[in-house]
């Protein structure tokens, strides 16, 4: 192991993590190259209505899945998309009339990353069957609310999608899988965790099940203040999405429902290996928990005296809520500085990979998935790095090389 050393804002910010996913793949259209990136098209479970696992305003749910090949293809990832959530019923309505409330509006995805089908950047997964599952719930995977208003047609069902896309995937090969991973990027890491163990279950006779979430461990911080934005949209999941029923007993018999949409408050009944990769300091956490503008005075490098000890606080009760170091092999863990989100599709080509003491965060997974090493590696920076600084630092080197960058190098500023 190495180890080293206000509501509007709140809105603002689940405003932007939703639209984020519209304006990365609008801004990618222009910078993805054919060896990188690529487009893959839609999957509609059409099936999945008459059992009642639709998205909010009630369309089927969708998937984008790229077939994998040559030795790899017996292998799946299946990733849970993020975007944020809806908490109110005004929010949800709006949502349901965008790509990420209905199946109506989703086009083709774009696949990079660990998606990518280029050999070069993605050594490890670049010719497994890869599929990308559609967020449409607003309730992260967990809604299982029965009752329909007539009134808004609002449908909270995601823990259903989940299972009608997971029925649908296992008919087409999953079922044959010899590895398997179940990853989610933000709101889409959550239930990663939270269905880990059903994936394991789902699959008896493939050989490796693990899982990955990345930039969603979001922590429920000591201080009241800045605790209760999540809290509040945690309980919103419960009230309005009827999460409640989804939820793990062994956590929701010891304390309220919402305090187990919490990641550190269910993470050590999770029985099926599981690596997380985040930043000590998540761009979306820090905006959520301690005030948007601080990425600002991050990215110049400005942040006064004040703010600094606010970060170490914070770092201190992050590191204190992951899983312990005592079995890397079942709980992995990749903690970086840098000021940043989402890092298995924006963070995972060679060009601009998360780095900790030389080991980039693609060697690290492999290596923990594919049993070579078990990686528990957190950073020694006790306060945020600007991500956008240091990409622009390697930019800059690449271009004194004559290297050319990729695509993915333009993609991350809407992360």
């Known amino acids: 192991m190495m180890m080293a050393k206000t509501y509007p804002q709140v809105l603002l910010c689940l405003l932007i993590c939703s639209l984020a996913i519209i304006n990365t793949e609008s801004h990618a259209k222009e910078n993805v ?13 059409q099936n ?3 059992k009642g696992a639709v998205c909010l305003d009630g369309s089927p749910p969708a998937y984008h899945l790229e077939p994998g090949f040559g030795e790899a293809a017996g292998n799946w990832i299946v990733q849970l998309s993020g975007g944020a959530w809806c908490t109110s019923v005004t929010d949800c309505l709006g949502r349901s009339k ?3 409330g209905s199946s109506k509006y989703m086009g083709s995805w774009w696949f990079t990353g660990i998606f990518s089908k280029n050999q070069s950047s993605n050594s490890e997964f670049y010719n497994w069957n890869k599929v990308f599952v559609r967020y449409c719930d607003g309730g992260a995977f967990t809604g299982n609310a029965e009752s329909v208003d007539p009134a808004t047609n609002l449908h909270f ?49 493939t050989p490796r099940v693990k899982c990955m979430a990345d930039s969603g461990y979001f922590i429920r911080v000591k201080d009241p203040h800045h605790a209760k934005a999540f809290t509040d949209i945690y309980t919103s999941l419960v009230t309005l999405h009827g999460a409640a ?6 956590c929701t018999s010891k304390m309220s429902p919402e305090l187990c949409l919490f990641p550190e408050n269910i993470q050590q009944d999770i029985k099926t290996p599981l690596f997380i990769a985040n930043s000590a300091y998540d761009k979306f956490q820090i905006n959520t928990t301690i005030a948007n503008h601080v990425n600002g005075c991050i990215e110049s490098g400005n942040c006064t005296a004040s703010e600094n000890k606010t970060f170490r606080e914070f770092r201190s009760e992050f590191l204190a809520a992951l899983p312990k170091a005592d079995n890397p092999k079942l709980k992995g863990v990749f903690i970086d500085s840098f000021n940043h989100h989402s890092q298995n599709q924006f963070w995972w080509s060679p060009a601009n990979v998360t780095t900790i003491n030389n080991l980039t965060l693609t060697k690290a997974f492999a290596d923990w998935y594919y049993d070579r090493n078990y990686t528990y590696v957190i950073d020694e920076h006790d306060l945020p790095i600007s991500a956008l600084g240091t990409l622009k630092a390697k930019q800059s080197a690449m271009s004194k090389s004559s290297v ?3 695509a993915s190098i333009s993609l991350t500023s809407n992360f």
Do not use: H
Not at 33 to 45: F, L, P
Not at 184 to 191: D, E, I, T
Not at 245 to 250: D, G, N, R, V, Y
């Open 33 to 45: 190259t054919s060896d990188e990136a690529y487009y893959v098209s839609k999957t509609i479970v």
């Open 48 to 50: 999945a209505v008459s």
């Open 98 to 100: 965008s790509d990420i």
């Open 157 to 205: 069902r995601g823990a259903r999608i989940f299972e009608a896309v997971l029925e649908d995937l296992l008919a087409k090969g999953l079922k044959n899988a010899k590895n398997a991973l179940l990853s989610g990027s933000s709101a889409g890491a959550y239930p990663t965790m939270l269905y880990c163990d059903r994936f394991r279950q789902l699959l008896p006779n």
């Open 245 to 250: 029923k989804t939820l793990p007993k062994s």
């Open 404 to 406: 050319k960058y990729n």
